[in-house]
């Protein structure tokens, strides 16, 4: 992965170093990281690992929403939906509905959609 493929951090520069070079200068970049820099680690010419601040890691998964949780409320609601005495009427007639019964009703269900 190139340095250019990673999603900056928006609000954080972006700076990339070799690897060979962090070992080296640990201190030196551990002291950038510090002050807001991420700082992408590179081996071969592609980034490997990332470091970032204590501070930008926890605000990054502070922000972080569960991307299911708009579609388990949805869910919900409708399970709850299907638990009034109607839905279940509803649920009983249909299963208690003959062959001839639903095409009747299919009938009707499509000519009322138009």
């Known amino acids: 992965m190139s340095i250019h493929a990673l999603t900056p951090i928006p609000g954080h520069t972006m700076e990339s ?3 060979t ?3 080296n200068h640990f201190g030196r ?3 950038r990281v ?3 820099v991420v700082v992408g680690i590179t081996r ?3 980034v490997s690992a990332v470091l970032l601040s204590a501070e930008t890691y926890q605000s990054l998964v502070c922000e972080r929403t569960d991307p299911l949780a708009k579609l388990r409320d949805r869910f919900d609601q409708r399970v ?3 638990q009034t005495p109607e839905a279940k009427a509803g649920a009983r007639a249909l299963f208690a509905a003959t062959p001839e019964d639903l095409g009747r009703a299919s ?3 499509a000519k009322h959609r138009g």
């Open 44 to 46: 071969h010419d592609e």
């Open 29 to 31: 970049v551990l002291g």
């Open 34 to 36: 510090q002050r807001g």
């Open 80 to 82: 709850a939906g299907m």
């Open 17 to 19: 170093i070799t690897s």
């Open 21 to 23: 070079d962090t070992q």
């Open 107 to 109: 009938v009707k269900g």
